[in-house]
């Protein structure tokens, strides 16, 4: 009796978890489907099969927008975080972790300090310094600061201590090496798998970056695809059918739904692994 | 000879010493272009913020010290105080649920008794929301929920649970808020529910293998044993959610096509800041409420902490 109560509880719970998936999915589910079907359709009823109107809706979309442009501009931009960031967050993780130089622990300090400022402290400074710079309509802002990025240097200072021993490090020196050359032929291929974890992230966080993009980008050939999407509205043509509006909104979304298939584990590790470590 | 012995290990180990110390001193150089870009884009501008918040000042042009008057202005500004209260309300939606749908799936993936499987596919898919760009997720539910052609007015007509469409985005009252706290508690409650576990796995199981011998049940589980070992991950949890809930922005502004729509019951207060800011030309005044924002997040983040840490003892 005990056994049968358990098991209907558990299937009960399974169901609960599966509406659940299905309430998250849901949403994008119509989306897809509403891409593949046209205006008129969408206004009068809602399907869940698929329709006949996508390669309609996608002239009208090519003939109004240049999407191509918006998605290169916006892998462009995600590519150059992501290689900075990565790049430069662990030789500076690599600098705090093994030298003890004047000033480390300033650095440090401050840069954990300033990773609780609310960003829209330095928002309006930022904007006025690229406004002060002439850098507006220009990517260097956009790319730039992700030189420095404090939450990913964290990271990668707590992962670097836990994975190289400091002894690791006193074989190459008596053979001579240089300290940058220790760094590029030891530690960075150590650090990898913690550098992959903060990367995907780093460009997730760029592809989907609206804001600072808004506010800098005016000519419309430059704009990344979330900002185009943000102003999708003005494009009347577009707007005036529904099918050809969640088409544009499926490209933008497509593309991370492909990625997150194949690194989910990476994901969710590097968001469970900045949650534990203290 | 002795002597001399002594003298050599000396004269060894100072050199060492010295090249240990010059080799530290290396570090720096693998630290510098991070320390001019922090100091260029995050030091400087907050600084730049902070001036800026004494000044007359358009964002071009003249500036002029005023001092305090851009301070006194927002404690007086009750456009800005209604927009605040906005956003209390809209992340007070979005944290219940939030909050409390990560911790239920917290405690089913938990449950000593039911061994639920399959936790790697689930945090994937309740995580997906999270990836999307706020600017997609905010066009696609504005669509979903448009009042005459949206597809959600068209289910639920269908299968007759309402008889008149209903204006989500668009009606008066608390409609659109709450729209907009639950859209927001769709895409995070992912995020914190695998935070929320990722604290459980870090719990020793023997406590929870002790308590079910002891015979606790489900409850007692919950408040005697997992709550409290939980407390330091969910204040992470709430914390940073009330930072970036006070701070909400995207989500509003889009999903009320960027007029703050309807009523202006979708201005939060960062939405009014910007509005200053680049639609109204006053610069100088938004720089201040950033600031007066930025206190009222650290006095709500130290309540936050006491409230917490008192329930500890």
Not at chain 2, 125 to 150: E, H, M, Q
Not at chain 2, 168 to 185: D, H, I, N, P, S
Request: with cysteine.
């Amino acid at each position: 009796m005990e056994k049968v109560k358990t098991k209907t509880a558990k299937s009960l719970l399974y169901l609960f978890l599966i509406l659940l998936s299905a309430l998250c999915f849901t949403p994008f589910y119509l989306m897809l489907i509403n891409a593949t079907r046209s205006g008129n359709e969408i206004m009068t009823s809602f399907s869940l099969i698929p329709g006949a109107s996508l390669a309609q809706n996608w002239a009208l979309v090519t003939e109004n927008m240049d999407l191509g442009r918006g998605f290169l501009n916006s892998l462009f931009l995600a590519v150059c975080n992501t290689a900075l960031s990565a790049y430069f967050s662990a030789l500076t993780a690599y600098g705090l972790a093994y030298y003890k130089f004047p000033g480390a622990k300033v650095i440090f300090t401050v840069m954990l300090v300033f990773m609780m400022v609310p960003s829209q402290l330095s928002l309006l400074g930022f904007y006025d310094l690229c406004n002060q710079m002439g850098l507006i309509d220009s990517y260097i802002p956009l790319i730039l600061p992700s030189i420095a990025s404090p939450a990913t240097v964290f990271f990668l200072r707590q992962y670097i201590l836990s994975v190289m021993p400091r002894a690791l490090l006193e074989a190459p020196r008596i053979d001579g090496a240089s300290e940058f050359m220790i760094f590029h032929k030891i530690a960075l291929p150590i650090m990898m798998p913690g550098i992959a974890t903060m990367a995907i992230g780093a460009f997730i966080g760029s592809w989907n970056s609206y804001l600072i993009p808004m506010l800098l980008i005016n000519s419309p050939a430059k704009r990344p695809l979330p900002v185009m999407v943000a102003e999708l509205s003005a494009v009347r043509d577009i707007t005036t059918n529904l099918g050809a509006t969640y088409l544009v909104v499926a490209i933008s979304v497509v593309p991370i739904m492909v990625a997150f298939c194949f690194f989910s584990k990476y994901i969710i590790n590097g968001i469970s692994a900045g949650s534990v470590k203290e | 000879m002795a002597v001399k012995a002594k003298k050599n290990t000396e004269a060894a180990a100072q050199p060492k010493k010295g090249l240990i110390q010059r080799r530290d001193r290396k570090g720096i150089w693998f630290c510098l272009p991070f320390v001019i870009t922090f100091l260029v884009f995050n030091i400087y501008p907050v600084f730049r913020t902070l001036q800026m918040s004494f000044m007359s000042y358009k964002g071009f042009g003249k500036e002029t010290f005023i001092w305090f008057d851009n301070y006194t202005r927002a404690f007086k500004d009750s456009l800005f105080w209604d927009a605040f209260l906005n956003t209390l309300k809209m992340w007070g939606v979005n944290i219940v649920l939030q909050l409390g749908l990560a911790l239920l799936l917290t405690i089913i993936f938990n449950d000593m008794k039911y061994r639920m499987r399959g936790l790697s596919i689930f945090r994937a898919l309740f995580y997906l929301p999270n990836l999307i760009a706020c600017t997609s997720v905010a066009f696609l539910f504005k669509t979903l929920l448009d009042w005459r052609f949206g597809t959600v007015n068209q289910i639920l007509l269908d299968a007759g649970i309402i008889s008149a469409p209903v204006n989500w985005l668009t009606g008066e009252g608390l409609t659109a808020q709450m729209v907009v706290g639950v859209v927001g508690a769709w895409m995070w409650f992912g995020n914190s529910f695998i935070m929320l576990m990722a604290g459980v796995q870090g719990i020793d199981r023997s406590y929870f293998e002790a308590a079910t011998i002891d015979g606790a049940g489900r409850w007692k589980m919950f408040t005697k044993v997992t709550m409290p070992l939980l407390r330091p991950i969910m204040l992470y949890v709430a914390v940073t959610s009330l930072i970036g809930g006070l701070q909400l922005f995207d989500l509003p502004y889009l999903l009320s096509g960027t007029k703050g729509q309807p009523g202006r019951s979708l201005f939060t207060a960062v939405f009014y800041l910007y509005d200053m800011a680049f639609n109204k030309n006053q610069m100088g005044y938004a720089a201040a409420l950033a600031f007066v924002l930025f206190l009222i997040i650290s006095v709500f983040c130290a309540i936050a902490f006491k409230l917490m840490n008192r329930k500890e003892d």
